[in-house]
Every structure is written in structure tokens, then in C-alpha cells.
């Protein structure tokens, strides 16, 4: 094994670029105390903690003046990068990942019965308040499948649109897949197969078919 160990004649020092001037890497006198046997430190006012606001405040006003207003197109690039994007890759990442470099053939799309997601999104308004901060803009996803159900089994009770529900939400997932195009692609070659599935937990059955 080998190693790099640098010396130097003094204690180096660093240019700070919110400081006009340069500053020192490590400042006041240092400590040889080992760090087991330091009393822990005695903070006696906050006057500390405003002066560290103040410098900062003061540090972004320099940065401000002398390198931001005076060269704005450098940070361009770095603010179009920066802006907020609305596509979520996560799940088509993994999707992806799957399909291209693992070749999988099969991907089963399995809903279940008693689901809370299927009860929340079937007991959901179209117009009022939300309950909660994300529950009812997942659910949304299956706002169609919803009004279908609602349409073609207003006469069933509750739990049996509940059940209907599953399976259609399932069928909703499995158009979604279609979107991707790498889904797309490999379906036209035959190489991918998607399946939806049902598994019903309180009377142990599992019910597939093929969209």
C-alpha cells in the first residue's frame, strides 16, 4: 500500500470568497488537549449566534455584489439545472432497469383484497376538502377506474365496488406500464408479458389474467 503525506512550513492557510481577505484555516490558539478531557463548552449569552447570522447575511450580500451581479450569466446554466422537475423517475428507473439490463419476461400486477388504498380512493369526494396531505393524491390515480366502478355497479354495496375496485385498479396499472416506451417495445417483440393479479387473503384465492 502507499501513501501521500504532505508537509508544510506553517500552518496552511485558505482564501475564504465571502471574505475580501484570506483567513486562517484554524483560528485562535489551538487546544492539545486531548478531546476526552475538554469540559464541554459554557455558552453564556447568544450574542455568539447573532454575530454568525450576521456574517452570513453580511457573506451572501458581498457574494452578491462582487461575483453575482457582476457576472449573472455564469449561473445560468447552474439554475436551469437546478429547477424543480415534475418527472418522477424512480419507479420507471427501476422499471427500466428491470426490462433492459435484467431482460425480465414477466411483470405481475397483484392488488389484494380488504385494501385501504381502494376504500380511501372509493369514499373520495370529487369535490371538498382533502383528509390528508398525500393519501388523496395517490388515490387519484384511479379516479377513472373509480367512476367506472361507480357507473357500471351503483347497485352493489360498498365492499363489493371495493372488490370490483381492486381489479380495476390493477388494470390501470397495467395500461400505465404500457406507456413506458422500453414496456412498449419489448411487448412488440413479444419478449415482455404483463399480468394482473388479485390476491384475496380472507378466502385464499388468487385470481390473474392477462390485460
Known amino acids: 500500500m502507499g501513501g501521500c503525506c504532505c508537509c508544510f512550513p506553517s500552518k496552511p492557510r485558505r482564501e475564504n470568497p465571502m471574505h475580501p481577505a484570506a ?3 484554524i483560528q485562535g490558539t489551538p487546544n492539545h488537549t486531548p478531546p476526552h478531557h475538554q469540559p464541554p463548552p459554557v455558552i453564556t449569552s447568544t450574542d455568539e449566534g447573532k454575530n ?3 456574517r452570513l447575511k453580511n457573506g451572501f450580500q458581498r457574494f452578491k455584489m462582487n461575483i453575482f ?5 455564469l449561473f445560468e446554466p447552474l439554475k436551469k439545472d437546478q429547477s424543480p422537475k415534475t418527472r418522477h423517475c424512480s419507479i420507471g428507473s427501476a422499471i427500466e ?3 433492459v439490463v ?6 405481475v400486477v397483484i392488488g389484494h383484497s380488504r385494501c385501504a388504498g381502494i376504500r380511501e380512493l372509493l369514499s373520495l ?3 371538498g376538502p382533502n383528509a390528508y396531505h398525500f393519501i388523496e393524491d395517490w388515490v387519484k390515480i384511479g379516479m377513472n377506474a373509480k367512476n367506472k366502478v361507480q357507473r357500471e355497479n351503483r347497485l352493489l354495496p360498498f365492499d363489493d365496488q371495493c372488490t370490483v375496485l381492486e381489479k380495476e385498479a390493477v388494470n390501470v396499472s397495467l ?3 404500457n406507456s413506458y416506451p422500453f414496456v412498449k417495445d419489448r411487448m412488440s417483440k413479444g419478449a415482455l408479458h404483463l399480468i394482473g393479479a388479485r390476491y384475496d387473503f380472507v378466502h385464499g384465492s388468487f385470481e390473474t389474467w392477462e390485460p
Do not use: T
Open 52 to 54: 454568525a447570522v450576521v
Open 97 to 99: 432497469f428491470a426490462l
Open 69 to 73: 451581479d457582476k457576472n449573472p450569466k
Open 175 to 177: 395500461r400505465n406500464l
Open 125 to 127: 369526494k370529487d369535490e
Open 102 to 107: 435484467l431482460k425480465v419476461e414477466y411483470i
Open 23 to 25: 483567513e486562517p484555516l
